[in-house]
């Protein structure tokens, strides 16, 4: 088996005090996850809601799962009761989803807002206009079971790595034009979640806060 608890234990030595790591257990087996949890670590993050079900079923109740990947509307109300973050908001309707379900289970869900700014055509994220426009809008300060904590987004996958920090520079400068405009009274808006397997050293140095990662820690996924 992959040396997992090596491979968490050399990721962490990486990563300074003030970054959350975030294990990508997506696809991998429970048995992954226990080495990882042994080790230490609490927070995972997954992609499929029936695959999160039922690793959320069977494993350990304080481990803190993220939703990283895209979310459908109609899945929310199955992870809303446990959920400890949902990574990948990129739009006003799944926000306002979250907000219903949330309230239905008497709590509060966090959120990111999923930037869209790699050159990479994917579906999914916010155009840094249109998450303004989200913000301006107002809206989202009546959602009061959604608390947004800051920014997620992926690098272009490239080797390039000065394309990748630019992205993520972009991001970073994006993240300070609307905190000071919008959350400047937020003590929970300060995540600035970027960096995975392949460009998480960058992302440090990109002010991230919380970086996911996968691949440097449980190997390859076989789909
Ligand atoms: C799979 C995934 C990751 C982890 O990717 P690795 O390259 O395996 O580290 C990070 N973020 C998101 C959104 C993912 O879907």
Known sequence: MYDVKGNIRQVLGD???????????????KEF?????????????????????????????DIEWHFIGHLQTNKVKYIAPYISMIDAVDSLKLLREIDKQAKKNNRTIRVLLELHIA???????????ACRQ???????????NVEICGLMMMAS?????????????MASDFFDEIKEKYFSESDCFRERSWGMSHDYKIAIECHSTMVR???TIFGPRVY
Do not use: C
Request: glycine residues 6%; without cysteine.
């Open 15 to 29: 990563l300074p005090k003030d970054v959350q790591l975030v294990a990508i257990s997506k696809y991998h087996p």
């Open 33 to 61: 996850i226990m080495e990882a949890y042994d080790e230490g670590q609490r927070v995972f993050g997954e992609s499929h809601e029936q695959e999160l079900r039922e690793k959320h079923a069977s494993l350990p109740d």
């Open 119 to 129: 050159e990479e055509e994917t579906k999914y994220g916010l155009t840094l206009e």
């Open 134 to 144: 989200l913000l301006e809008d107002g809206e989202w300060r009546l959602l009061k």
């Open 157 to 169: 996958n490239v080797d390039d790595e000065s394309q990748i920090r630019n992205e993520m520079m």
């Open 213 to 215: 990662i996968g691949t």
